[in-house]
């Protein structure tokens, strides 16, 4: 058996990147259809599948932002915190579009960099 295994999934408007990864290393790197066109289970299988090969259960970090309806994936309660299943707990990393615009107004609460430096390993913890 390995370390603990970690998934992120990286949902965009044409593709859902997946990497795995253990004890720092990569065990998979993916590159899956569009959302549109995957079935409402697919991605729970697909993890479920990944936790069953590797006779554990896995951490799930699905990187979301406002480009892409990452609900499709299922991956959500009712809240919009991560879904808590048998064979995998899903955690949810806000993604900043590239070139997203930042208010001014916010840079009077000070410097926030330590937090932007967390890993997304850490959004489990």
């Known amino acids: 058996m390995t ?3 970690l ?4 949902p965009e408007r044409e593709r859902v990147r997946m990497l795995v990864t253990s004890e720092g290393k990569d ?19 697909l993890l479920e599948g990944l936790a069953l090969w590797h006779e ?7 990187c979301a932002d406002d480009s892409v309806d990452s609900c499709a994936l299922d991956l959500y309660e009712t ?19 590239r070139g997203a615009h930042r208010d001014p107004r916010l840079s009077q609460f000070g410097d926030f960099r330590d937090l932007r430096k967390i890993g997304l390993g850490e959004v489990l913890r």
């Open 56 to 62: 554990q259960p896995l951490s799930v970090v699905l």
């Open 27 to 45: 065990m998979l790197k993916a590159v899956l259809g569009p959302l549109r066109s995957a079935h409402p289970r697919a991605a729970a299988t």
């Open 3 to 5: 370390g603990q295994i």
């Open 79 to 97: 809240l919009g915190f991560g879904r808590r299943a048998l064979h995998y707990e899903v955690g949810i990393a806000y993604r900043r579009r």
């Open 7 to 10: 998934v992120t999934l990286a």
